[in-house]
């Protein structure tokens, strides 16, 4: 059985021999920092599980992505905590379950849902001497209270262990839509201050709804609120033009902050964190990429995030890191065709199914709710690469990146992790026996059972409107048999009841953790 000391064994082993190679054996200090692997977590949004051409995709080709899957550890049973955006973001950065939290979907506008006492990720591997970033999609809310935009915007990710952060606060359809780099706003003319409204209309801009001749998408109403650079979002924001962003070049914005970041820190041990805008809406790729996909924007969007992933993995292997970095790359949620936009993305998809034969897609409790691609490459600590059954989800990065850097967690830290490194190395590894996924319900796996518990609340109307999204609620328990039923076709819960009671208490157990 894999242990972590002969990981790093191996590691010790193989960096030395690099490191005396290339600097002679003198230089103990560096090469005690350097045999610490490089981590680097790719998350992609809303990407299905589907979307990929190593995951089925034929429809177009992700090359650089695909390139990581041949290499490393391509996972087929691999879950993101929930399935949507912010509960998922907060149980790979906490490792707990978002439900502790009521951790939901955040306006742009949000305090921060994490407090600073608590600890995350970053912190943790700061305690093994690494330098930490977060470069893309945020999501997490910032300061307390009402955030000013025009002052320091804290607490936020440097509070939370990061020592470098460069953000897009909330979603790409959200304002403010302006680049938050550690705690001040980019390019922030304070002669033109920045205000938010989520509430009332707020400054004189255009709104979609009034001037719908000057959008690049048509939107529904919840996304028609101000309008930045020809896409009216969701919310309202006075003030602030000259820090605007430029969707179209979010490809070269992020993509070189990453890149410096690696540049920067390339002699010390790194944790990356890159969280993408892409392939969320609005999807208004570059000009690079417009036309190239054949499924119109949500498949050029899938484009850009590859080439993104392309340029990046080149920089590690540029700053000669890339054999030393263990990568994750993933998705925070399942895949969506309308939401919000009039992108065309159903009508242009074609044959191209981004769920791949599991039932639902974001917002579900279905199983492509969660499902989602998830390789991991990893050159100097991987034993047996390949493809991977394991049940595993993102919450369990904490704990397995813990064991991976030699840190031992606090008694109540990381309640809900659990350590897979050794199926991250090794594609042979089981995972998890066990797992909740988190919807607008709960449901949980176990074994070749699936069981999502009753919903007894209300379906927010903009969910309950979009017919194309099979959200999983019901009023009813479901029961599914996956060894039988991947697709989630057949209720069996009627037929075991005595399942369906077990099931529900280890809910209630974990809840009551
Ligand atoms: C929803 C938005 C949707 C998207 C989502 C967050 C409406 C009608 N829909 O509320 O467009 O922004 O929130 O997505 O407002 S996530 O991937 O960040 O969770
Ligand atoms: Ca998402």
Same mark, same amino acid.
């Given at each position: 059985?894999?242990?972590? %000391?002969?990981?790093?064994?191996?590691?010790?082993?193989?960096?030395?021999?690099?490191?005396s190679?290339?600097?002679?054996?003198?230089?103990?200090?560096?090469?005690?920092?350097t045999?610490?692997?490089?981590?680097?977590? #790719?998350?992609?949004?809303?990407?299905?599980?589907?979307?990929? %051409?190593?995951?089925?995709?034929?429809?177009?080709?992700?090359?650089s992505?695909?390139?990581?899957?041949?290499?490393?550890?391509? #996972?087929t049973?691999?879950?993101? %905590?929930?399935?949507?955006c912010?509960?998922?973001?907060?149980?790979?950065?906490?490792?707990?379950y978002?439900f502790?939290? =009521?951790?939901?979907?955040?306006?742009?506008?949000?305090?921060?849902?994490?407090?600073?006492?608590?600890?995350?990720l970053?912190?943790?591997?700061?305690?093994?001497?690494?330098?930490?970033?977060?470069?893309?999609?945020?999501h997490?809310?910032?300061?307390r209270? @009402?955030?000013n935009?025009?002052?320091?915007?804290?607490?936020?990710?440097?509070e939370l262990? #990061?020592d470098?952060? #460069?953000?897009?606060?909330?979603?790409?359809?959200?304002?403010?839509?302006?680049?938050?780099? =550690?705690?001040?706003v980019?390019?922030?003319?304070?002669?033109?201050?920045?205000?938010?409204?989520?509430q009332?209309?707020i400054?004189?801009?255009?709104?979609?709804?009034?001037?719908p001749?000057?959008?690049?998408?048509?939107?529904d109403?919840?996304?028609?609120?101000?309008?930045?650079?020809?896409?009216?979002?969701?919310?309202?924001?006075?003030?602030g033009h000259?820090?605007e962003?430029?969707?179209?070049?979010? @490809?070269?914005?992020?993509?070189?902050?990453?890149?410096?970041?690696i540049?920067? &820190?390339?002699?010390?041990?790194?944790?990356?964190y890159?969280?993408?805008?892409?392939?969320?809406?609005?999807?208004?790729?570059?000009?690079?990429?417009?036309?190239?996909?054949?499924?119109?924007?949500?498949?050029?969007?899938?484009?850009?995030?590859?080439?993104?992933?392309?340029?990046?993995?080149q920089?590690?292997?540029?700053?000669?890191?890339?054999?030393? !970095?263990?990568?994750?790359?993933?998705?925070?949620?399942?895949?969506?065709m309308?939401?919000?936009?009039a992108?065309?993305?159903?009508?242009?998809?074609?044959?191209?199914?981004?769920s791949?034969?599991?039932? *639902?897609?974001?917002?579900?409790?279905?199983?492509?709710?969660?499902?989602?691609?998830m390789?991991? !490459?990893?050159? &100097? *600590?991987?034993?047996?690469?390949?493809?991977?059954?394991?049940?595993i989800?993102?919450?369990?990065l904490?704990r %397995?990146?813990? =064991?991976?850097?030699?840190?031992?967690?606090?008694?109540?830290?990381?309640l809900? +992790?659990?350590?897979?490194?050794?199926?991250?190395?090794?594609? +042979?590894a089981?995972?998890?026996?066990e797992?909740?996924?988190?919807?607008?319900?709960?449901?949980?796996?176990?074994?070749?059972w699936?069981?999502?518990?009753?919903?007894?609340?209300?379906?927010?109307d903009?969910l309950?409107?979009?017919?194309?999204?099979?959200n999983?609620?019901?009023?009813?328990?479901?029961?599914f048999?996956?060894? &039988?039923?991947?697709?989630?076709?057949? =209720?069996?819960?009627?037929?075991?009841?005595?399942?369906?009671?077990?099931?529900?208490?280890?809910?209630?157990?974990?809840?009551?953790?």
């Amino acid at each position: 059985q894999f242990t972590c %000391s002969v990981v790093l064994c191996s590691l010790l082993s193989a960096c030395s021999q690099q490191e005396s190679a290339q600097h002679g054996t003198d230089e103990a200090l560096v090469r005690k920092d350097t045999i610490k692997p490089n981590v680097v977590i #790719f998350y992609v949004d809303d990407l299905g599980y589907g979307d990929l %051409s190593s995951y089925g995709m034929t429809a177009t080709q992700t090359p650089s992505i695909d390139a990581l899957a041949r290499e490393g550890i391509r #996972f087929t049973d691999a879950h993101s %905590s929930a399935a949507t955006c912010t509960p998922s973001r907060y149980s790979l950065l906490t490792g707990q379950y978002a439900f502790r939290n =009521n951790a939901a979907i955040l306006p742009g506008d949000a305090p921060l849902i994490i407090d600073p006492d608590t600890p995350t990720l970053p912190d943790m591997m700061k305690k093994a001497g690494y330098k930490t970033a977060v470069v893309g999609k945020w999501h997490l809310g910032l300061g307390r209270g @009402h955030v000013n935009w025009n002052e320091a915007v804290k607490p936020g990710p440097l509070e939370l262990g #990061f020592d470098y952060s #460069f953000l897009m606060p909330a979603t790409g359809d959200r304002v403010p839509t302006v680049y938050l780099e =550690n705690h001040h706003v980019v390019n922030l003319d304070p002669a033109n201050p920045i205000e938010i409204s989520y509430q009332q209309r707020i400054g004189s801009r255009p709104v979609g709804t009034e001037s719908p001749q000057l959008l690049k998408q048509g939107a529904d109403l919840q996304h028609s609120r101000t309008i930045v650079n020809g896409i009216s979002r969701i919310g309202w924001m006075k003030g602030g033009h000259e820090a605007e962003w430029v969707d179209e070049d979010f @490809h070269t914005v992020f993509t070189n902050k990453a890149i410096d970041f690696i540049e920067q &820190n390339k002699a010390k041990p790194f944790l990356l964190y890159f969280p993408f805008h892409d392939i969320h809406v609005p999807r208004v790729p570059n000009e690079m990429f417009v036309g190239k996909s054949g499924m119109g924007p949500r498949g050029d969007a899938i484009l850009q995030m590859d080439w993104m992933t392309g340029r990046i993995v080149q920089a590690l292997k540029d700053a000669g890191v890339y054999d030393n !970095t263990l990568i994750v790359f993933s998705s925070d949620n399942g895949p969506v065709m309308d939401d919000g936009y009039a992108d065309q993305a159903e009508e242009l998809k074609g044959e191209h199914d981004p769920s791949a034969g599991f039932r *639902g897609g974001k917002y579900s409790a279905y199983e492509a709710g969660t499902r989602v691609p998830m390789i991991v !490459t990893f050159p &100097n *600590g991987i034993t047996s690469a390949g493809e991977s059954s394991a049940l595993i989800s993102h919450i369990d990065l904490y704990r %397995s990146l813990a =064991n991976l850097v030699s840190v031992e967690l606090e008694q109540g830290e990381a309640l809900d +992790s659990v350590d897979l490194l050794p199926a991250l190395l090794d594609a +042979s590894a089981t995972g998890r026996e066990e797992m909740l996924e988190e919807s607008f319900t709960v449901s949980i796996r176990s074994g070749k059972w699936k069981y999502i518990e009753p919903f007894s609340g209300t379906t927010p109307d903009w969910l309950a409107n979009k017919t194309a999204i099979e959200n999983g609620l019901q009023s009813e328990p479901q029961l599914f048999d996956l060894s &039988n039923d991947i697709a989630e076709q057949n =209720n069996i819960a009627t037929k075991y009841p005595e399942i369906v009671n077990q099931l529900q208490t280890r809910i209630d157990q974990i809840r009551a953790m």
